[in-house]
Structure formats: C-alpha cells, structure tokens
C-alpha cells in the first residue's frame, strides 16, 4: 500500500478578496501561512515522513510547502516545481470578485465557470496583462501550451502527464510524495485518481491546508482518502468554498 498527500495551498491574498486567482501570482495571507504551518505540525504529529515534494510554480503553492515542510523540520526534502501543478487558468475571470460575478451573471452561471468540466470561463487576449504568455517562467513552453482560459477539462489534460510521468512513477519506486497544489489541479487529479464523473465532480470542493490523505493499492488505485485531522472542520471548509460563487 501506497500512501500520497495532497495538500491544497494556505489562503491566498485574492482569496480573502474573494477573487478569482487561476495563474496570478498572489501570496498567501497570515492565515495562510498558519494554515500551512498547522498541516506540517499535524502532518508530523502523525508521523508521516516524505522523501519528495512537488509543488507547481505558483507562490501560494511554494509557500505553503515550504512551512509546512518547516513546521515539519524537513525543510532539506528535495522539491520538484512543475507547472503542469499550477492552478486552472481563469481567463478573462482572472483578477474579478467572485460575488460580483455571481450579482451581474447568477450563481448558475458562475457555478458553471467555476465547477462545471468542460466549460471554459472567457478567454484572455493573448497580450492581457493579466495574462502569462509573457510571464519568463513559461518562457521554455510553446507559447500556446501557456493558457489563456482552462476547463477543468484542459486542467486534467496536463495534470495527468505530470501523475504519468512524474507523480506516478516516483510513488511506485517506494517514495513517499506530498504534493502542494491547487482547488483545480487537486480536483483534476482526484477526479482522475477516483474516477468521478463529469456532474459529480461539480460537488468536490477542497478547503485550503488540510492535508488530504490517499491510501492506494499497487496499481495506484485508491482504497480510501481522508482528510487528516477533524474532519467535520475540513467539511465546512470545503463548503465555504463552495459559496465563495454566491451573491
Ligand atoms: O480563484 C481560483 O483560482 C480558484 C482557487 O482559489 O478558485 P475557485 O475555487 O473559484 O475555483
């Protein structure tokens, strides 16, 4: 048995302001950071030892890694930042108060942006400033693998390469991997990982610091997952994102 940890990033600056985020680079707030920290203080309460970490390229997600892996006292674990991780690109959302959005165009309409799988919000103009086809990070990629608006859909499309190439194979040669990530690239994998359909990966909603445990058999596929710690706590979590999209 394989165990994998997944741990969605501490809150960020924009979600305090109830923002709309995707590849923004935004930082994590004081509570973010305590909420990163308290994973890696439970993570270790528990006993769980990683031999690798992967994260994306996104501060929110590289912070919260790393004070959790301090809180932790295992801030020398090698890192592998990867931006097949990042979060889903929020296109022309990006930047936009999510309760304004819900005001002007209803909660359908923004549950649909935000939740539904193949359903991109409104693209980018491909020189937006708002946009990252000029972010030096990406500079190696091809110009059009950079987003200028994601599905959940396009989310698992390259979040998937990264579990084949990369996650999977590194959990089958016996290491222990944690993962810091994003709402949407931890919902692309668990909808991959368990296999949920298209509707009902609407309902999935991942709080942010609570590191989500799976159990998985030789083959990768999951026996349970659970979140560490109360888990009524992180179920109001996970349901006070789900109303982030509401008027
Ligand atoms: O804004 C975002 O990038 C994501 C995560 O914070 O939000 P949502 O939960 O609306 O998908």
Known sequence: MYKL???RHGESTWNLENRFTGWTDVELTDTGIAQARAAGALLKAEGYEFDVAYTSVLKRAIHTLNHCLDAMDRDWLPVVKD???NERHY??????NKADMAKQYGDAQVLVWRR???TPPPALEA????GQRQDVRYAKLPADAVPLTECLKDTVARVIPAWDDALAPAIKSGQR????AHGNSIRALIKFLDNIGDDDIVGVNIPNGIPLVYELDADLKPIKRYYLGDAEAAAKAAAAVANQGKA
Request: charged share 15%.
């Open 5 to 7: 940890v997944l741990i």
């Open 83 to 85: 931006w097949r991780l």
């Open 91 to 96: 296109g022309g959302l990006q930047g936009l």
């Open 116 to 118: 539904s799988y193949d």
């Open 127 to 130: 020189a937006d400033p708002r």
């Open 177 to 180: 991997v944690l993962i810091a």
